[in-house]
C-alpha cells in the first residue's frame, strides 16, 4: 500500500505538469464511520463528525467531454461512537484523524448554457493517515473527558491501519474558472488491525473489519494554462 500512495503521487505530479488547469480545492465535509464482526454490523452508534479539506487541484481534458481530475489534500476527520452494542452508552468516543489523501476522477462535462458545466465524476481515493488520537468523554452535557490515548493510532501495536483505499462518487457545477463540488466516498480496505482486541465482550478470534463513508462539499478556484472546457 505505501508502494502504491508514492506511485501514484510521482504520477499525479508528473501528471500536473501538463495539466490544462490548476489550482485550490477546500471545504467541509462528514465523516461516520460502521464497523462488522464476524459478518454482522455492529451497533456503535455511530454520529458523523465535521472536519474539513483543503489542498490543491487540477485536471486536463483527454477528449472534448471527458477528463481526469486529481487532488492532493489534506484533510481533518472527526467520527464519534459509544458502546451502545454493549448496553453501555455512558462513555462517548471521539476520533480525530489527519490525513492525506489523494482521489483521481475520470469525469465528464455536460454544458448547461454558455458558463455553466455540469460535470458527474468518479474514481478512486488513496488516503494515508498522518496522525491521530482517541477521546473519550462523559455523555453528559459538560461532556467531561474522561481519557485520551497517548500513543499513536497507527503504532504497530495499536487500533487502526494508516492506508485507506476508497471510491469516490460525486458531481461538479463549474462555472468559469469557479466550481461547487459534492462527493460521497466509501472505504474499501478494513481499518482495523488484526491483532487489536475490541473492548469488552466481543471474541478475539472474530474477523474484525471497520470502514468510513465521508460526505464532501468543495470550492474550487483554477487558472487556465491551455484552453477552456
Known amino acids: 500500500m505505501k508502494k502504491t500512495i508514492i506511485i501514484t503521487s510521482l504520477l499525479i505530479l508528473c501528471t500536473s505538469l501538463s495539466a490544462q488547469r490548476l489550482g485550490f480545492i477546500g471545504g467541509y465535509q462528514l465523516t461516520n464511520s460502521y464497523a462488522v464482526v464476524g459478518g454482522k454490523t455492529v451497533d456503535f452508534n455511530p454520529k458523523a463528525g465535521s472536519g474539513f479539506h483543503v489542498g490543491a487541484y487540477f485536471d486536463w481534458t483527454f477528449k472534448k467531454n471527458y477528463g481526469i481530475d486529481a487532488q492532493l489534500v489534506y484533510a481533518l476527520r472527526n467520527t464519534k461512537f459509544d458502546l451502545h452494542y454493549n448496553s453501555d452508552t455512558t462513555i462517548i468516543f471521539k476520533r480525530q484523524i489527519f490525513n492525506l489523501e489523494l482521489p483521481v476522477h475520470i469525469y465528464a462535462n455536460y454544458r448547461l448554457g454558455k458558463d455553466f458545466v455540469l460535470s458527474p465524476f468518479l474514481g478512486p481515493s488513496f488516503n494515508m493517515g498522518l496522525h491521530g488520537k482517541d477521546i473519550a468523554w ?59 482486541d475490541w473492548t469488552l465482550s466481543l471474541a478475539s478470534n472474530r474477523n474484525k473489519y471497520l470502514f468510513n463513508r465521508v460526505f464532501k462539499i468543495s470550492f ?7 484552453s477552456k472546457y
Not at 153 to 171: P, T
Not at 220 to 226: E, G, P, R, T
Open 138 to 196: 462523559e455523555n453528559t452535557d459538560y461532556q467531561k473527558p474522561v481519557d485520551m490515548e497517548n500513543k499513536s493510532l497507527f503504532d504497530k501495536d495499536s487500533r487502526i491501519n494508516r492506508f485507506e483505499v476508497a471510491g469516490d462518487i460525486g458531481v461538479s457545477l463549474k462555472y468559469r474558472n469557479y466550481a461547487i463540488r459534492t462527493l460521497y466516498s466509501v472505504g474499501f480496505t478494513n481499518l482495523t488491525r488484526k491483532n487489536f
Open 220 to 226: 474550487v478556484y483554477v487558472f487556465d494554462l491551455k
